[in-house]
């Protein structure tokens, strides 16, 4: 019983419970909100602020997990998510590595600029296993709106992912 709790209070079974949370209103909720045309990506976001929160390995651990699970869903090869969102997990967390606190201003910039990097991750795969078309120049708009986005959903997802991501030992 004892091993049963600790893996249901473990972070990384609240990761996988949040992510589904996060996939759905992904694709229902922010399929149909576009501002400019483009939609909001919620799982990228999530992926971010794990890794500028809690560092690389952390964040390329919850973009492997949220990107696994996102790729059950699309119509791409499989892995090609978990490839790109795990690159943005690593890339949030170690733009961060070098400072030993980060202010809450560093990891907002942090943030931004490691959603527009993995908004190009995900189209530079898929070129790279000869998906034609997604490497375009509207991938510009799109990484500038997704950032912008991003920025202005990372309060409550920073919140969130500290507490999803917090490390909890059970009492004995």
């Not at 492997?64 to 690159?87: E, K, Q, R």
């Not at 980060?102 to 189209?123: H, K, Q």
């Not at 795969?125 to 998906?131: D, M």
Request: hydrophobic fraction near 60%; glycine fraction near 8%; include cysteine.
């Amino acid at each position: 019983m004892i091993r049963f709790l600790a893996f249901m209070s473990s972070r990384w079974t609240r990761l996988v419970l949040m992510m589904l949370i996060v996939l759905s209103l992904q694709t229902t909720l922010f399929t149909e909100l576009r501002p400019f045309g483009v939609a909001a990506q919620l799982v990228l976001l999530f992926v971010v602020v794990a890794g500028s929160i809690n560092g690389v390995v952390i964040g390329a651990l919850t973009g492997l997990i949220a990107g696994l699970m996102y790729d059950f869903i699309l119509p791409t090869p499989v892995g090609l998510a978990s490839l790109s969102l795990g690159l943005a997990g690593a890339t949030a967390g170690l733009l961060l590595y070098f400072f030993h606190e980060p202010t809450w201003w560093m990891r907002l910039i942090t943030i931004v600029f490691a959603s527009v990097l993995g908004e190009i991750y995900y189209p530079l795969a898929q070129t790279v296993v000869g998906l034609d078309g997604w490497l375009q120049l509207r991938i510009i708009k799109v990484a500038v709106v997704v950032a912008i986005c991003n920025l202005i959903l990372s309060p409550i997802a920073i919140v969130v992912c500290r507490w999803v991501l917090a490390e909890r030992k059970l009492p004995v």
